[in-house]
Every structure is written in structure tokens, then in C-alpha cells.
């Protein structure tokens, strides 16, 4: 077994994590050059919308230790099914990570807009990165224990 071909999740939910990230920031800047040029204040909460995407790479890590914890053996057939796990969650914890910077992107042009609605765009992230935590949680199931 090849411990490099278990990063899977924790690449590809890092890889979202990074999108999201970079997609909350730019508005987020927008967001505040838009507030310097009006001479207003910049919201420094936007920083909680950049931040959000971050878990999900907490998450592809997770589930990654627990694909190395799940001694599956060394078969072919069990290192194959250590990928596809280790695949596909990471792509749909990514996916999550990049949709939740998405959505961040969106509320922190509205909070820049507006000055409203902080726990309303936080909810919204919030909805959104509970379905990287079921495809953890689901992907863990389905690893047998040790």
C-alpha cells in the first residue's frame, strides 16, 4: 500500500478549500474597495466568509487517517476500494468547500452592500458545509473496523 495514493481525500478537499477561499476573498476585496472608495468602513467580519471553506480540509484529513486506520490489507481489491473512497470524498468534500466560498463570495457582497444579515449568509455557509461533514461521516461508515 502506498500511503500517497490515500491523500485522495485529503488533496482534493484541500484543493476545494483553496478555490473557496480564493473566490470568498476576491469579493470580500471587492467588498472593502468598494467601502474605501464610499468612505465607509470595511466589515472586518468578511473574514469569516473567506475562512469558512477552510474545514473541509480538516474533514479530507479525517477521513483519510481513518482510510489509513482501517488496515483494509494489502489486496488489490481492498486498495482499490481505499481509493475510491479516498476519490470521491475528497471530490464531494472539496466540491462542498469550493460551493461553501461560492455562497461566501455572494454574502460578503451583500454584507458589504448592506451592513445586514450576518447570521443569515452564516447559516446559508453553514448548510452548505454539512454536506462535506455527511460524506465524512457516511464515508467513514462504510470503511469496516479494525
Known sequence: MNLGDMNFSLTLS?????LGTGVAGM???????????????APFILLAFIGAPLTQTIYGMILRN???KANLGSSGESYIYQMII?????????TSAFLQGKVAACASDALGETGKGFGQYMLALGIVE?????VL????MAL???
Open 27 to 41: 469579493s470580500a476585496v471587492g467588498a472593502w474597495k468598494k467601502a474605501f472608495s464610499q468612505n465607509k468602513s
Open 66 to 68: 481513518q482510510i489509513l
Open 14 to 18: 484541500a484543493i476545494g478549500s483553496a
Open 130 to 134: 454539512t454536506v462535506a461533514i455527511f
Open 86 to 94: 479516498g476519490f470521491l470524498g475528497g471530490l464531494a468534500i472539496g
Open 137 to 140: 461521516v457516511f464515508c467513514m
Open 144 to 146: 469496516p473496523k479494525s
